[in-house]
C-alpha cells in the first residue's frame, strides 16, 4: 500500500504559477500510474492530469491543456504538478491519486485510482 501526501498549494492571483508536489510512501511509484484531480467546493471531482510509469505518457484535462503540466521523479517517489497562467476558475482542492491496474498507460476516470492523497488547496484570486 503507498501513502500520498500532496504539498504546494496556496493562495495565488491569476496568471500566476504554483507547484504542487505529491511525496508517496510505503511503495515505489514505478508501480503506479499517477493522476491528478481538483474539486472545487460544491462540485464534483475532475481529471487534471495523469503520467504513466516510466513517464513517457501524459493525459490533460481539456481547461488546463497548455498550461499545466504533470511530471514524476521516481528516484524521488514524488509526482509534480506545474500550474502556469492560474484563473479563478482553478481554485479547488487537489488531489493526487495513484492507480496500479497493470496495462493501463494512463486514465481520467477516478475509479480506476487506488489510492489518493488528502489533497491541497489551491486559490486563484482574481
Known amino acids: 500500500q503507498v501513502q500520498l501526501v500532496e504539498s504546494g498549494g496556496g493562495l495565488v492571483q491569476a496568471g500566476d504559477s504554483l507547484r504542487l508536489s505529491c511525496a508517496a510512501s510505503g511503495r515505489t511509484l514505478t508501480n503506479y500510474v499517477m493522476g491528478w484531480f481538483r474539486q472545487a467546493q460544491g462540485k464534483d471531482r475532475l481529471f487534471v492530469a495523469a503520467?504513466?510509469?516510466?513517464?513517457?505518457?501524459?493525459d490533460y484535462g481539456e481547461s488546463v491543456k497548455g498550461r499545466f503540466t504533470i511530471s514524476r521523479d521516481n528516484a524521488k517517489n514524488t509526482v509534480y504538478l506545474q500550474m502556469h497562467n492560474l484563473r479563478p476558475e482553478d481554485t479547488a482542492d487537489y488531489y493526487c491519486?495513484?492507480?496500479?491496474?497493470?496495462?493501463?498507460?494512463?486514465?481520467?476516470?477516478?475509479?480506476?485510482?487506488?489510492?489518493w492523497g488528502q489533497g491541497t488547496q489551491v486559490t486563484v484570486s482574481s
Open positions: 503520467i504513466s510509469r516510466g513517464g513517457r505518457f501524459t
Open positions: 491519486a495513484a492507480a496500479t491496474r497493470v496495462g493501463m498507460v494512463t486514465t481520467a476516470t477516478p475509479t480506476e485510482y487506488d489510492y
